[in-house]
């Protein structure tokens, strides 16, 4: 955490009212402390280390609420399979899961903080990683860690305990679903705040889902869950039912599954990418629980099979030019919605007392995040008042 003065922004936004051009921030202690029309600067507090903005606009940093970055090993093979004509399965993930147990930690942290890297010159200075291609206590256990040690290294890192990934080959289900109940107690002492369950077809059941998720909240683990991406299974129900934090894919969501989830107050998150990357084509889900008055949020996904690729600008394009949403209501999701998604207050925005995550972007507006498709969006990237860190 660090102090900051941002100066000679072009056009700045706060998500705290309109956004202001000729604007500055000031960050005291790595929180916002200032922010307004440079010409009214309070007296005192343009001390300190300066950023100048030169005339870009400025936005809080990008929140990735939905990622899986720590993995081994490849899935070229899954991908050149589907440009052929083939399908989705979540069984590839065993392929992941073979590769990760082998690599020593060294190896997944490295790997791991190179994507940690490259999503915070792209813009992202809250990060949400999930185990899940362990698949036994232990090596989840280990996968944690890693997740762990990369917050002591980057700092803005939320941990996710994923056990629930798919079922094990040759594992008897219902054996699995009670060793992963059983290893809550572990991934608490791990570092996770959150657990997540893929439930889908191919995947957990929601009858499966409900005994992991209600077992997690009794540890006092936060509930997520991976929603009907590849079929209507009911998952987005048992969502609204437990009151999870955030719902995520919904690709297969319907009209009254929608309504449940923004009664509850669940967070719906798009995962643009995995849409284009896994060749679904499904987009029309966004509009729908936008209509439902969901909260919205958007997320990378990053992942070796179905979303390889660590850009939240990338996502907030899909989410504009294939799923239809406005260049501020895709904004907002990339930062309001993925905080609301993470349950933190504190950052999503620039107003006084958030964290002091910004980004200067490559150009003086933010519609061109969407509009200047291929360019580098974002030019520095700040994390609690501090300049680049990677």
Request: charged share 20%; glycine share 12%; proline share 3%.
């Given at each position: 955490?660090?102090?900051?003065?941002?100066?000679?922004?072009?056009?700045?936004t706060?998500?705290?009212?309109?956004?202001?051009?000729?604007?500055?921030?000031?960050?005291?202690?790595?929180?916002?402390?200032?922010?307004?029309?440079?010409?009214?600067?309070?007296?005192?507090?343009?001390?300190?280390?300066?950023l100048?903005?030169?005339?870009?606009?400025?936005?809080?940093?990008?929140?990735?609420?939905?990622?899986?970055?720590?993995?081994?090993?490849?899935?070229?093979?899954?991908?050149?399979?589907?440009?052929?004509?083939?399908?989705?399965?979540?069984?590839?993930?065993?392929?992941?899961?073979?590769?990760?147990?082998?690599?020593?930690?060294?190896?997944?942290?490295?790997?791991?903080?190179?994507?940690?890297?490259?999503?915070?010159?792209?813009?992202?200075?809250?990060?949400?990683?999930?185990?899940?291609?362990?698949?036994?206590?232990?090596?989840e256990?280990?996968?944690?860690?890693?997740?762990?040690?990369?917050?002591?290294?980057?700092?803005?890192?939320e941990?996710?305990?994923?056990?629930?990934?798919?079922?094990?080959?040759?594992?008897?289900?219902?054996?699995?679903?009670?060793?992963?109940?059983?290893?809550?107690?572990?991934?608490?002492?791990h570092?996770?705040?959150?657990?997540?369950?893929?439930?889908d077809?191919?995947?957990?059941?929601?009858?499966?889902?409900?005994?992991?998720?209600?077992?997690?909240?009794?540890?006092?683990?936060?509930?997520?869950?991976?929603?009907?991406?590849?079929?209507?299974?009911?998952?987005?129900?048992?969502?609204?039912?437990?009151?999870?934090?955030?719902?995520?894919?919904?690709?297969?969501?319907?009209?009254?599954?929608?309504?449940?989830l923004?009664?509850?107050?669940?967070?719906?998150?798009?995962?643009?990418?995995?849409?284009?990357?896994?060749?679904?084509?499904?987009?029309?889900?966004?509009?729908?629980?936008?209509?439902?008055?969901?909260?919205?949020?958007?997320?990378?996904?990053?992942?070796?099979?179905?979303?390889?690729?660590?850009?939240?600008?990338?996502?907030?394009?899909?989410?504009?030019?294939?799923?239809?949403?406005?260049?501020?209501?895709?904004?907002?999701?990339?930062?309001?919605?993925?905080?609301?998604?993470?349950?933190?207050?504190?950052?999503?925005?620039?107003g006084?007392?958030?964290?002091?995550?910004?980004?200067?972007?490559?150009?003086?507006?933010?519609?061109?995040?969407?509009?200047?498709?291929?360019?580098?969006?974002?030019?520095?990237?700040?994390?609690?008042?501090?300049?680049?860190r990677?």
């Amino acid at each position: 955490m660090s102090d900051l003065l941002v100066r000679r922004i072009g056009r700045l936004t706060t998500w705290v009212g309109t956004p202001t051009v000729d604007a500055a921030v000031v960050i005291r202690n790595g929180r916002v402390e200032w922010s307004g029309p440079d010409r009214e600067l309070p007296r005192g507090l343009g001390d300190g280390p300066q950023l100048d903005a030169a005339g870009a606009a400025v936005l809080p940093g990008f929140v990735d609420c939905h990622t899986h970055a720590v993995w081994a090993g490849d899935r070229r093979s899954d991908f050149v399979a589907r440009l052929e004509g083939g399908d989705y399965v979540p069984g590839g993930i065993e392929a992941t899961v073979a590769a990760t147990r082998a690599a020593d930690d060294s190896t997944l942290l490295r790997a791991a903080a190179r994507r940690i890297r490259t999503m915070r010159a792209n813009g992202t200075t809250t990060v949400e990683v999930k185990s899940g291609y362990g698949l036994r206590p232990d090596d989840e256990a280990r996968l944690l860690e890693v997740i762990r040690r990369l917050d002591g290294t980057f700092g803005g890192i939320e941990s996710t305990y994923l056990g629930a990934h798919v079922v094990p080959d040759g594992r008897n289900r219902s054996d699995y679903v009670a060793e992963v109940i059983a290893s809550l107690p572990m991934a608490a002492a791990h570092g996770a705040r959150w657990c997540d369950v893929f439930c889908d077809d191919g995947a957990f059941t929601t009858d499966e889902a409900r005994q992991i998720l209600t077992a997690a909240a009794g540890q006092g683990l936060g509930l997520r869950m991976h929603a009907d991406q590849l079929a209507q299974v009911g998952a987005s129900r048992l969502a609204a039912e437990l009151r999870c934090a955030s719902a995520d894919h919904l690709d297969h969501v319907t009209v009254g599954d929608a309504h449940a989830l923004a009664s509850a107050g669940v967070v719906g998150v798009l995962v643009p990418v995995a849409s284009l990357y896994t060749r679904s084509g499904r987009w029309s889900h966004a509009a729908l629980l936008q209509q439902a008055g969901v909260t919205l949020a958007i997320a990378t996904d990053c992942n070796p099979g179905s979303a390889y690729g660590e850009s939240m600008p990338l996502a907030i394009q899909l989410a504009c030019l294939e799923m239809g949403l406005s260049v501020e209501t895709a904004l907002r999701a990339a930062t309001l919605g993925g905080a609301a998604a993470l349950r933190r207050a504190d950052i999503g925005h620039l107003g006084p007392g958030a964290r002091g995550d910004l980004i200067v972007l490559a150009s003086d507006h933010e519609v061109d995040v969407v509009a200047h498709l291929g360019a580098a969006a974002v030019t520095t990237t700040v994390t609690g008042g501090v300049v680049g860190r990677t």
